[in-house]
């Protein structure tokens, strides 16, 4: 079975500054993995999402993410936030054999002027 | 691409009343989810359709949930004898077939209990 670890519930960040959210995962199994964002009010939407190859993705918006497996950590990162980043973001793990996505419990990014 | 569709919006009921949420997939959507959040939570998966065939239903589902997916198209998700603790917003989403396929979320139905 898989399972998401989202290490930090909020992260507070003035506008311009970098951030980076923190994911680890647990698979016995080869993964598929996936970062969703949920604006105020909206319904979930993918960010990026990490299949093969390359260990550096990148996503919609100027957002980033490194799937390190050593680690299992596939971090979430952006070099200079807005205010409309404000919102709620949440790591997720499919095995690549299933069908079930598995979520973390979400960060929030609260980006301040 | 309309997108995934849930009604209602919002749901208000009293303890012991059933209630019944429906879900439309993107049209060419072959898997169908249901996904509970509570606050301050990620969705919880509940269960999963492929076509009209239901796969997989969490085993933190009691015998009080149904969900059907009939002819492989919308698909409901029913509660009865509903509890306090069933408060939540619950989420359809709808992909492609692959487990590499993004998910597909509608805006969710909020559920609340009295």
């Known amino acids: 079975a898989q399972s998401v670890t989202q290490l930090d519930s909020q ?3 003035f506008e311009e500054a970098p951030v980076e959210l923190r994911c680890n995962y647990s698979s016995s199994v080869s993964v598929y993995l996936f970062w969703y964002v949920q604006y105020p009010n909206q319904g979930l939407q993918l960010l990026l999402k990490y299949l093969s190859g390359s260990t550096l993705v990148k996503g919609i ?8 497996k050593s680690q299992t950590s596939f971090h979430l990162r952006k070099p200079s936030v807005h205010i409309s980043d404000t919102a709620e973001y949440f790591c997720a793990v499919s095995d690549t ?6 979520f973390g419990a979400g960060t929030r990014l609260f980006v301040k002027a | 691409d ?4 849930q ?3 919002h749901k208000i009921t009293k303890r012991g009343q059933n209630v019944t949420f429906r879900c439309d997939p993107i049209s060419e959507h072959n898997r169908l989810y249901w996904y509970r959040q ?3 939570q990620g969705p919880e998966f509940l269960t999963y359709f492929q076509n009209e065939a239901q796969l997989e239903k969490s085993r933190l589902l009691s015998d009080r949930f149904s969900a ?3 002819k492989g198209s919308f698909s409901t998700l029913e509660i009865q004898r509903t509890e306090q603790g069933d408060s939540a917003m619950y989420l359809c989403a709808s992909s492609l077939d692959g487990a590499y396929e993004k998910l597909f979320f509608g805006s969710g139905t909020q559920l609340s209990v009295l």
């Open chain 2, 2 to 5: 309309t997108g995934v569709s």
């Open chain 1, 11 to 13: 992260v507070p960040v």
């Open chain 1, 97 to 102: 054999g299933g069908f079930k996505t598995i």
């Open chain 1, 61 to 68: 918006n100027g957002f980033e993410a490194e799937f390190n």
């Open chain 2, 38 to 40: 509570t606050l301050g």
């Open chain 2, 68 to 70: 059907e997916r009939p």
């Open chain 2, 7 to 9: 009604n209602p919006r």
